[in-house]
């Protein structure tokens, strides 16, 4: 798993890493059990403090992502199936605010958009 972090961005590190991970869980890049680096390998590869790993780790522990094994180390948990979808729907929500905010920057109709939408559904199941 590779993390990059930018210092440049106006989201917190710790911020950056845990979307980072739950993007590669939900892409299946990191599997059910699979093994995170450990805190202090990552503070070391990434050159940020241990405290902020910790803090990635915690917030993904406490939304059920990972798990943290005393004396073992930080796991992947099984994908929960509600989280996934609530992912995509974000997801999804956010590219149909774009598609809607570029359709009324242009003078486009909700219906213009709507039978957008219907066609490029269609096609994508032909």
Known sequence: MRIVISNRSGVPIYEQ?????????FSGALQEDDLLPSVRQLAKDLKISVITTTRAYSDLDAE?????VQGKGCFVLPRNKELAKENALFKIEEGLTAAISAAKAEGISREEVKERLDVLWEAAYD
């Open 17 to 25: 890493i845990k979307e980072q991970v739950k993007a590669a869980i």
């Open 64 to 68: 059920g992502f990972v798990v943290t």
